[in-house]
């Protein structure tokens, strides 16, 4: 039988980027190519693979099976490829990662800098974003996230917890008593994040329970960075995650209170859609992110407080 692997790689691309132009765009050959692998196809099957309108494609019922045929080949040979390239010294592909907005701007571009340097033909495409995404549907590799879905067929590993800090900056310590205790809080101006604290509560933990207070403030912003750079200005009190405050804290932009008090915890996971051959550029990017956390116990904790 003749080697149709070209022909159903168009296939898979267009049901995956929705148009015969976008497939044409993403595999890098004319969108009359692209037509002419299709009709090769239905020529060989004897049958539609596709219903196509002006407006939108549909898969037959033919052309459903037949797709997931087509996208577990093209897989596998370009899995195969990629092992042989690993085995030379050479991985190459693209692997494609979402993460959270804040997470990402705070130094995935430092990872993938440093990832690159090891492994210059890896490509990147990094997506930030604070909503769950299928990842499978999507064609996402990797994704970063705090908390996981019920879904099955993804395969989680834990990079540590998130932990937040109460913050101000040293000239703010300056001119209002640093709080002792959760309730000392009410006579500060709060910076809140109203994505994760809509009704303005504020949790802790202590050897004597938990307790919780309302974030009173002037200045109520939805992005962590940002709430960041106004704690380092001095306009008031924050609770920072520890990957956001840290580098401030190490610089002496910001100091921290409330040392004996804890906030909730929340898991981080490094998440990817199982496969029966996890490809070589996927397994070295999360086994370097996975590294560069442990490598940073200050960002992340790696256990839970007793």
């Not at 995404?133 to 395969?155: K, N, Y």
């Not at 994760?196 to 960075?225: M, Q």
């Amino acid at each position: 039988m003749k080697d149709y692997l070209s022909e159903m790689r168009s296939f898979a691309a267009i049901i995956e980027q929705g148009s015969f132009t976008d497939a044409a765009r993403a595999t890098g050959v004319s969108k009359g190519l692209i037509s002419q692998h299709v009709k090769r196809l239905e020529d060989v099957l004897g049958a539609q693979l596709l219903f196509r309108s002006t407006r939108k494609l549909e898969l037959t019922e033919i052309g459903a099976t037949f797709l997931g045929y087509c996208q577990s080949i093209t897989q596998s040979a370009d899995a195969a490829f990629e092992a042989v390239e690993a085995l030379r010294g050479e991985p190459v592909g693209t692997v494609r990662i979402t993460v959270p907005v804040s997470f990402g701007e705070m130094f995935l571009h430092d990872i993938i800098v440093a990832f690159q340097q090891t492994h210059p033909r890896i490509q990147i495409e990094m997506e930030l974003e604070n909503t769950f995404r299928d990842l499978q549907s999507a064609h996402i590799d990797l994704a970063i996230r705090a908390g996981l879905t019920d879904d099955p067929d993804q395969v989680a590993i834990p990079l540590g917890q998130l932990s937040e800090l109460i913050c101000a900056s040293p000239a703010y310590w300056k001119t209002h008593p640093k709080p002792q205790t959760p309730a000392d809080l009410a006579s500060h101006n709060c910076l809140v994040n109203f994505q994760y604290y809509k009704d303005r509560k504020w949790v802790f933990f202590s050897d004597d329970g938990p307790t919780s207070i309302t974030a009173e403030g002037n200045l109520r912003l939805n992005h962590y960075p940002l709430i960041r750079n106004a704690t380092v200005q001095g306009l008031g009190v924050a609770r920072l995650p520890r990957y956001v405050a840290m580098p401030e804290i190490r610089a002496g932009r910001i100091e921290t209170a409330l040392e004996g008090y804890r906030s909730p915890l929340r898991p981080i996971y490094l998440v990817y859609p199982y496969q029966g051959n996890l490809p070589i550029k996927n397994r070295l990017m999360i086994d370097f992110i996975r590294n560069w956390f442990t490598e940073r116990p200050d960002l992340l904790e790696t256990t839970s407080p007793a």
